[in-house]
């Protein structure tokens, strides 16, 4: 089974992806990962995608989609992946067709408002990367590690509106193209909350 995961910023796409992955056992595909993992390997194409990415350029879609087309013919994605973060445009959802079928599109819907709180009450271990809020989390320290937390750079109203203004620009026509086969998932409560009708539609899929 595989799955594509749209929603904004902030949405919960990852923390949804992971309670997918332990009941399904599927492979979770961030392209953002993809990217750093081709650099760090120094792939020829990841080589190709850090010409764009230090001259502070958008990488194209052909080098995006030669990535992704790679990690999803490896061995451990035979039984399923889910996409998070990709497509991120109409070209490249047309092109995903021809690549995959894709048995799911699920739409992480969670009002702007409550993405600016989350956005900024988000909180990074120093040390392991683990996330919290302190909405429900109020401690400085990680409960993993023990390591310090701090709010990064870009957890900051600014850069959170200009990211939700380009993810409507962009991204939120997707909801458009894959209209006659969206399931949507209300996503302002709580994960368990959120993922129960997930995990029901999912179960209906198999």
């Given at each position: ?112 408002d409550e993405i600016r709180r989350r956005a900024l009450g988000r909180r990074t271990c120093s040390k392991c990367g683990e996330i919290y809020n302190t909405a429900t ?70």
């Open positions: 089974m595989n799955i594509i995961l749209l929603g904004a910023p902030f949405s919960g796409k990852g923390t949804l992806a992971r309670k997918i992955v332990a009941d399904f056992g599927l492979v979770q595909i961030s392209t953002g990962d993809l990217f750093r993992e081709n650099i760090k390997n120094g792939t020829d194409v990841g080589k190709l995608a850090n010409t764009y990415i230090d001259k502070g350029q958008l990488v194209p879609d052909s080098v995006t989609i030669a990535m992704l087309e790679k990690r999803i013919s490896a061995d451990d994605c035979q039984k399923g992946f889910i996409l998070d973060g990709f497509p991120r445009t109409i070209e490249q959802a047309k092109a995903l067709e021809n690549l995959a079928k894709i048995d799911a599109i699920i739409n992480l819907e969670v009002p702007f989390y109020n401690k400085t320290t990680c409960e993993k590690c023990g390591s310090p937390l701090f709010q990064r750079d870009d957890d900051n109203l600014e850069t959170v509106n200009n990211r939700l203004e380009v993810y409507e620009n962009q991204t939120a026509p997707l909801i458009n193209f894959y209209a006659d086969r969206l399931f949507v998932v209300q996503g302002a409560k709580d994960p368990e909350t959120t993922y129960k009708p997930v995990k029901n539609f999912l179960k209906g899929r198999i």
